[in-house]
């Protein structure tokens, strides 16, 4: 199931990165600042749009597969990585939450990982409040890519700070989360 629909929509979200990044590159005679926030946020809309229909897709398809089931979050994270690297180089955004969300992220994936091996993924498996930062960081990360107002009444970068801030406080507390949902696999194993 290597080259499934789904798992095409999968691979277009890693191969939009060096887009998303590459426009902010741009000399500003090519292309000002203002037209360069409205490419990179819609490129991030439209492929963060595909985690969502990548894995309706494969349900509705029946084309689920071990492959497709590793690739998602692997883009998802790459995807959600490079951007907030990128609103670091803008300084729309700490270096701190940069390392909170890209640390998690390593950390979470990397006991994941491990849970597979010792047979308890079912313990790590992904919870609301998981989903919840994942809200909350991809409304941020566009709002900060944006970083401007729209129609005048929404000021996308105080928003974004704003919610950017609330993910990596939802970031913190989901990895407190899973650790504490591995710890008594880890503690019965003696590991």
């Not at 629909?5 to 060096?18: E, K, N």
């Not at 990128?86 to 700490?94: G, S, T, W």
Request: hydrophobic share 60%.
């Amino acid at each position: 199931m290597f080259w499934t629909l789904p798992t095409l929509l999968t691979w277009t979200r890693i191969c939009a990165l060096p887009l998303i990044v590459g426009v902010f590159y741009l000399p500003a005679d090519v292309m000002p600042m203002v037209e360069k926030n409205l490419w990179a946020t819609s490129m991030f809309v439209v492929f963060a749009l595909t985690d969502w229909l990548d894995g309706y897709l494969a349900r509705k398809l029946n084309q689920t597969s071990n492959f497709g089931a590793f690739l998602d979050p692997v883009a998802d994270k790459f995807l959600v990585c490079a951007c907030v690297l990128v609103l670091v180089h803008l300084q729309r955004i700490d270096a701190f939450v940069a390392l909170i969300i890209i640390g998690r992220e390593i950390a979470i994936s990397a006991l994941r990982e491990w849970m597979a091996q010792i047979g308890a993924s079912r313990s790590v498996a992904v919870h609301r409040i998981g989903k919840l930062k994942t809200t909350a960081q991809m409304v941020a990360i566009g709002f900060l890519l944006f970083d401007g107002p729209v129609f005048g009444l929404l000021d996308t970068h105080v928003w974004g700070v704003w919610l950017i801030w609330v993910a990596a406080v939802l970031t913190v507390w989901s990895m407190v989360y899973y650790l504490e949902k591995a710890l008594p696999e880890i503690r019965s194993r003696g590991l």
